[in-house]
């Protein structure tokens, strides 16, 4: 174990919701909340992260024709086990009939089991967007049906659908998250059919189902692909529910089939107009 870690804490007075899912979208170790701040560790600095989130702020300011309190701070401390004690700390979720856990806690009877290490990426079944996502994959994943995870993070969308028989595909633009999710599908006795570096542009043809758990604004820029590979029903999550409208306008080819609503996140289950038999 490394002598010393990194911590990056951020607070701001605006948009904290935002500002924590733009984090989550390129960080994939855990965040925490403590009070107003919004707490990173890792094994390095986060000034390139700053550098971003500096960026986003201004853009989010300019959008909405406001003034943001941005607070940042970059300590390096002695490291004295946290990653242990956060692990003790993380126990099993339920998610529809899945029961998501750390490689440390034991399966539940009568449950699907999803085994993700929190330390690895983005996607433990712990956020509310992660949770939604899995409640609605049983209704519309059957066995030998296709199914692509658009920002696959720790795979966890991916393994689920192939453990309800589905023949899976993944992509992400972070090379650790590609890493993430197949070490959690071996991990899991799965396999991706494929999986690539990069976003669904390079997707080869349609999906009977399309998942993409990412922030509003990278929704509404995908539009045009997720609506190109979905040949049925695509799940969108994510979505900050402020932003619900902004983004079920770029899908116009869709309609809304389902809708969840935890706290202030919004998961959605579309399919595509005229498509009443799946073909």
């Given at each position: 174990?490394?002598?010393?870690?990194?911590?990056?804490?951020?607070?701001?007075?605006?948009?904290?919701?935002?500002?924590?899912?733009?984090?989550m979208?390129?960080?994939?170790?855990?965040?925490?909340?403590s009070?107003?701040?919004l707490i990173?560790?890792?094994?390095?600095?986060f000034?390139?992260?700053?550098?971003?989130?500096?960026?986003?702020?201004?853009?989010?300011q300019?959008?909405?024709?406001?003034?943001?309190?941005l607070?940042?701070?970059h300590?390096?401390r002695e490291?004295?086990d946290?990653?242990?004690?956060?692990?003790?700390?993380i126990?099993?979720?339920?998610?529809?009939?899945?029961?998501?856990?750390p490689?440390?806690?034991?399966?539940?009877?009568?449950?699907?089991?999803?085994?993700?290490?929190?330390?690895?990426?983005?996607?433990?079944g712990h956020?509310?967007?992660?949770?939604?996502?899995?409640?609605?994959?049983?209704?519309?994943?059957?066995?030998g049906s296709?199914?692509?995870?658009v920002?696959?993070?720790?795979?966890?969308?991916?393994?689920a659908?192939?453990?309800?028989?589905?023949?899976v595909?993944?992509c992400?633009?972070?090379?650790?998250?590609?890493?993430?999710?197949?070490?959690?599908?071996?991990?899991?006795g799965?396999?991706?059919?494929?999986?690539w570096?990069?976003?669904?542009?390079?997707?080869?043809?349609?999906?009977?189902?399309?998942?993409?758990?990412i922030?509003?604004?990278?929704?509404?820029?995908?539009?045009?692909?997720?609506?190109?590979?979905?040949?049925?029903?695509?799940?969108?999550?994510?979505?900050?529910?402020?932003?619900?409208?902004?983004?079920?306008?770029r899908?116009?080819?869709?309609?809304?089939?389902?809708?969840i609503?935890?706290?202030?996140?919004?998961?959605?289950l579309?399919?595509?107009?005229?498509?009443?038999?799946?073909e």
């Amino acid at each position: 174990m490394d002598k010393y870690y990194y911590q990056f804490s951020v607070k701001v007075d605006k948009f904290k919701d935002e500002v924590e899912s733009f984090l989550m979208d390129r960080f994939f170790n855990g965040i925490e909340e403590s009070g107003d701040w919004l707490i990173l560790r890792g094994n390095s600095p986060f000034y390139q992260l700053e550098r971003e989130l500096r960026e986003y702020v201004e853009a989010l300011q300019q959008l909405f024709n406001t003034s943001i309190r941005l607070e940042v701070s970059h300590e390096k401390r002695e490291n004295k086990d946290w990653v242990e004690s956060y692990r003790r700390s993380i126990t099993g979720v339920e998610a529809g009939p899945f029961y998501i856990r750390p490689s440390w806690r034991p399966p539940k009877e009568g449950k699907i089991d999803l085994l993700i290490d929190p330390d690895l990426a983005f996607g433990t079944g712990h956020h509310e967007t992660t949770r939604g996502v899995l409640q609605l994959l049983p209704k519309v994943v059957t066995p030998g049906s296709t199914f692509l995870d658009v920002g696959t993070g720790s795979g966890i969308l991916g393994i689920a659908a192939a453990k309800l028989g589905a023949k899976v595909s993944g992509c992400d633009t972070d090379p650790l998250a590609v890493e993430s999710a197949i070490r959690n599908s071996r991990l899991n006795g799965v396999k991706f059919e494929k999986l690539w570096l990069g976003s669904v542009d390079q997707a080869p043809g349609q999906y009977d189902v399309v998942a993409a758990n990412i922030v509003a604004d990278i929704l509404k820029l995908l539009a045009p692909d997720l609506t190109r590979v979905t040949r049925r029903y695509l799940i969108l999550s994510g979505i900050v529910d402020k932003y619900l409208e902004g983004v079920l306008k770029r899908y116009r080819e869709f309609e809304v089939e389902e809708m969840i609503e935890e706290n202030e996140w919004v998961t959605l289950l579309l399919k595509k107009v005229g498509d009443e038999k799946g073909e």
